[in-house]
């Protein structure tokens, strides 16, 4: 309570500062010589994507509070400074203009959708402030248009064609199948991708690709491509696309007495996904997330109990990653021994294998995490935490 | 036997588009209107069936004749408040206040209730068995006979009944029927009802069948229905349930040959070609213009 009036009133008054001071903000992020090291926050608190943002606004207010009472970062206590970019790409700029020019922070956190990540991308690059996005899973967060890295820009969470990659080793290694069929939504970008990288990875695990169907999204009627994946005889189903149109694909493929196990992204995580399928249907199909607060893993068990203590619920997959970019950067800091925006870039280049709640995370050359993800399954219509797959 | 399973799957899509194809053809061949808000109707229906179900706990038979009710209600009130104004107005005028009504009804519903989709229960057990090969459902077999005896009944409706003998009599000549002593309006109204109840049942039978919901679900099936009734022969009730089938076995075939991205353009090109060859249809004769 206190620490947010002071937060908000700090915020209000930088703010009016702010327009007067932008321009005589020096080169540079650093914040030597202060006893704590200064970490911006830029997030959706309001506004259309504000549940993304508020959630990992909790957690990495419970990582701060975990670390300072551990001592901090090298004997420096960490001081976060949240900013509301109200889910707009031009408050996002702002946004990062005010933490680098006027608090100077070391690094920044956010934001939590690719749009909002993108918009503070120049001013990073510029500023030399590291900036890392837990959530933003475009390749355009991190690869600018014209195919170069963008030097400062990092993200926590697996970029979307990388499930296609989890779901490829899972298949091949865990479920050992050796043929698979993939029925992709062909009018999104997103399915295409999963698709592309689940066959280009399966075919490399030594799989074989028997049936390869696409859709466009609001059909309705799926059972004729069905029935003609189920003469080719997969023993797997890949169905990257979204809960709409996965429910009835799921529903039609069981009752055309398809029984092998079927999985999907991100994209099919929804409850309205088990109303439209029916929990039966669901039954044997699996799903690809960052977390899930059922992983036994002891980093991921405990971070459970400490934000259910906090905020009296369960994590969700934003709430982890939000966690875990705190952690990150503190590793980084750590490493590079300094709050030296272009020597924590280097390190967290670097990162290699670093323990996270989400699982390990290394970094490749395109700032892409290299991590592990979670497989969870359906079991009569309830998630249940299957495996972690690790990179 | 994999065809056999296409052939089921596509006669199965095909009742869906007759039912729906009969309410076009059915006005049209009265009014000579093409309703486009027919589509919608199939949508309200597809709705009242939806929350009888969840709502009042009803059984597939009671919400199918609710729905139906209800539809034929909500196709008399459409043609009395919106249609019966413009009898005398020009064609192109009756057509875009169709649009209009049509449109009214999408939004009015996405309005009151939202854009949301939503989920039909379950009310058959999703049990199927096999057959030659085929893996049959019991929901495929009930919803087939819930068509079929659906279009037998307004066979009968049409060839035996006094309603239905009024409604051939308007269909071939208004003015005369008028003469005749034939309450034209009435008999409007009375196919408006059985074309709209027909879609209501064809709204329910899509939501067990599919599933999913929504209030744009009447756009694509209203229009594939017009096609079909195009193709049998728009105004003539057998070439609609003709048509209704021919295309939804076709949409299929196009499917298992593994064009399943083309299956809608096949319906819009079969459109095109009997408009160019054979505009009267499957069923139609070459009739003269009545001078």
Redesign the interface.
Same mark, same amino acid.
């Given at each position: 309570m206190k620490k947010s009036k002071f937060a908000s009133l700090f915020l209000s008054s930088s703010l009016l500062i702010g327009i007067l001071a932008g321009c005589g903000a020096e080169e540079g992020s650093s914040s030597e010589g202060g006893d704590t090291i200064k970490i911006g926050a830029n997030l959706e608190l309001s506004g259309a994507t504000a549940s993304y943002g508020t959630s990992e606004a909790d957690a990495i207010d419970l990582a701060v509070e975990e670390i300072n009472d551990a001592g901090g970062i090298d004997g420096k206590k960490i001081e976060l400074i949240k900013v509301d970019n109200k889910s707009d790409a031009a408050e996002a700029t702002n946004a990062a203009i005010k933490l680098t020019s006027q608090d100077k922070v070391t690094a920044i956190i956010g934001a939590a959708t690719s749009g909002n990540s993108v918009a503070q991308v120049q001013i990073a690059t510029d500023t030399k402030t590291p900036m890392i996005s837990p959530s933003g899973t475009s390749t355009t967060v991190t690869v600018g248009d014209d195919g170069k890295v963008n030097p400062f820009t990092f993200r926590t969470a697996f970029i979307d064609p990388f499930q296609g990659t989890v779901a490829a080793n899972f298949a091949a290694n865990e479920l050992k199948v050796k043929t698979a069929a993939v029925y992709a939504d062909?009018a999104s970008d997103y399915a295409k991708g999963l698709a592309a990288s689940f066959i280009k990875d399966f075919e490399a695990a030594g799989g074989k690709i028997v049936a390869e169907?696409?859709?466009?999204a609001?059909d309705? @009627?799926f059972?004729? /491509?069905l /029935?003609?994946i189920?003469?080719s005889n997969p023993e797997f189903i890949f169905i990257p696309g979204y809960y709409?149109e996965v429910?009835?694909i799921v529903?039609q493929a069981?009752?055309?007495?398809i029984t092998v196990p079927l999985m999907g992204a991100d994209g099919w995580d929804s409850p /309205?996904l088990v @109303?439209?399928?029916?929990a @039966?249907?669901l039954n044997n199909s699996f799903i690809i997330t960052a977390f899930s607060s059922e992983d036994p893993d002891g980093k991921a068990k405990d971070f459970s109990e400490k934000f259910k203590e906090k905020y009296g619920k369960d994590p969700n997959s934003f709430n982890a990653l939000g966690y875990d970019t705190v952690y990150l950067l503190k590793d980084a800091i750590e490493r590079a021994g300094s709050t030296d925006g272009t020597k924590i870039k280097e390190a967290i280049e670097a990162t290699d294998q670093l323990e996270l709640v989400t699982g390990l995370y290394s970094v490749d050359e395109n700032h892409h995490p290299i991590k592990s993800a979670v497989i969870i399954e359906y079991v009569d219509g309830a998630q249940v935490f299957k495996t972690k797959v690790n990179p | 036997m994999?065809w056999i &399973? &296409?052939l089921i799957?596509?006669i199965?899509?095909g009742s869906i588009y007759a039912l729906i194809a009969l309410g076009y053809t059915m006005v049209y061949g009265i009014i000579k209107l093409i309703n486009f808000a027919h589509g919608d109707v199939f949508m309200v229906g597809s709705f009242i069936g939806f929350y009888s179900i969840t709502v009042f706990g009803l059984g597939f038979f009671p919400a199918l004749i609710l729905s139906m009710a209800a539809c034929a209600l909500f196709g008399v009130i459409i043609e009395r408040i919106a249609y019966k104004r413009l009898r005398n107005a020009t064609r192109i005028a009756a057509l875009i206040t169709a649009i209009g009504v049509s449109l009214l009804i999408e939004y009015g519903v996405i309005y009151i209730r939202g854009a949301q989709?939503e #989920?039909y229960p379950?009310v058959f057990s999703?049990r =199927?068995f #096999?057959f030659l090969g085929a &893996?049959i =459902?019991i &929901?495929s077999i009930l919803i087939l006979s819930v068509s079929v005896v659906l279009m037998i009944l307004l066979q009968f409706i049409v060839h035996k009944t006094k309603t239905g003998k009024a409604m051939r009599a308007v269909s071939h000549d208004t003015e005369a029927a008028k003469l005749m002593g034939i309450n034209v309006d009435n008999t409007i109204s009375a196919t408006f009802a059985i074309g709209s109840a027909l879609a209501g049942a064809a709204g329910v039978i899509f939501g067990i069948y599919?599933?999913?919901i929504d209030p744009l679900?009447g756009v %694509?099936p209203g229009v594939k229905a017009f096609v079909a009734a195009v193709l049998g022969g728009i105004g003539i009730i057998p070439g609609a349930m003709v048509g209704g089938l021919v295309l939804g076995v076709v949409?299929? %075939?196009v499917? #298992?040959l593994?064009f =399943?991205?083309w299956r809608?353009a096949a319906a819009f090109v079969i459109l095109i070609l009997i408009l160019i060859f054979r505009p009267s249809g499957i069923f139609g004769k070459n009739t003269r213009e009545k001078v």
């Open positions: 062909n169907e696409s859709y466009v609001k309705t @009627d059972r004729s /491509t /029935t003609n189920k003469s709409e429910g009835l529903k069981r009752e055309l007495g /309205t @109303d439209l399928a029916g @039966d249907a | 994999e &399973q &296409q799957n596509g199965s899509l989709p #989920a379950d999703n =199927s #096999a &893996q =459902s &929901q599919y599933t999913k679900m %694509i949409e299929t %075939i499917s #298992a593994g =399943s991205l809608d």
